[in-house]
């Protein structure tokens, strides 16, 4: 395997996990944070950064894995 194979394997592992664990944006403190990251405050999910609610943007469709979703 070449090494440009060996980079561009890496990269579809790296975006399988992230597709896998719903890799989002927050827009209140534009910070990154996977599903597994959210935290629950008084019952709302929230930012695990900045403890508020969610209000985030999924860089991949949790349906398709696409990059360019209007589902969200």
Same mark, same amino acid.
């Given at each position: ?15 399988? $996990? ?6 989002? +944006? &927050? ?24 403890? $508020? ?6 860089? +991949? &469709? ?11």
């Amino acid at each position: 395997m070449s090494l440009l194979d060996d980079i561009r394997s890496q990269r579809h592992e790296r975006w399988l $996990l992230e597709w896998a664990d719903n890799l989002a +944006y &927050c827009n209140n403190c534009v910070k990154e944070y996977r599903e597994s990251e959210i935290v629950v405050i008084e019952d709302e999910k929230s930012c695990p950064h900045c403890k $508020l609610p969610e209000n985030k943007t999924y860089y +991949y &469709c949790p349906e398709s894995g696409s990059n360019e979703c209007g589902c969200h």
